[in-house]
Nanobody, 118 residues
Framework: QVQLVESGGGLVQAGGSLRLSCAAS????????MGWFRQAPGKEREFVAK????????HYADSVKVRFTISRDNAKNTVYLQMNSLKPEDTAVYYC???????????WGQGTQVTVSS
């Protein structure tokens, strides 16, 4: 099992920045990749970004490319999501995820609220 704990959410004005952190514990050596999903009110949960554990390869949703950056610190078992130029439509609960194999999402964090005011 892998446990994930997010932090760093909050309220920010449009155009501002936030950095989310996700600390992993447990069987962290088994993870292939970690990433972020988000869910806005009344909408389905959607992929935001992910990064592979060993090679650091990243993938982003088109809606956040250029504005968001995912990074990792394997020594701390922590993944970060730097969010710049935030827009009201980025308002959502952000969930940290961990995958043990390519294409899977095996573990979820509890989520952290990000609210962007206009």
């Amino acid at each position: 099992q892998v446990q994930l704990v997010e932090s760093g959410g909050g309220l920010v004005q449009a155009g501002g920045s936030l950095r989310l952190s996700c600390a992993a514990s447990g069987r962290t050596w088994s993870t292939y990749a970690m990433g972020w999903f988000r869910q806005a009110p009344g909408k389905e949960r959607e992929f935001v970004a992910k990064i592979t554990r060993s090679s650091g390869i990243t993938h982003y949703a088109d809606s956040v490319k250029v504005r968001f950056t995912i990074s990792r610190d394997n020594a701390k078992n922590t993944v970060y999501l730097q969010m710049n130029s935030l827009k009201p439509e980025d308002t959502a609960v952000y969930y940290c995820t961990a995958a043990e194999t390519l294409g899977s999402v095996d573990y979820w964090g509890q989520g952290t609220q990000v609210t962007v005011s206009s």
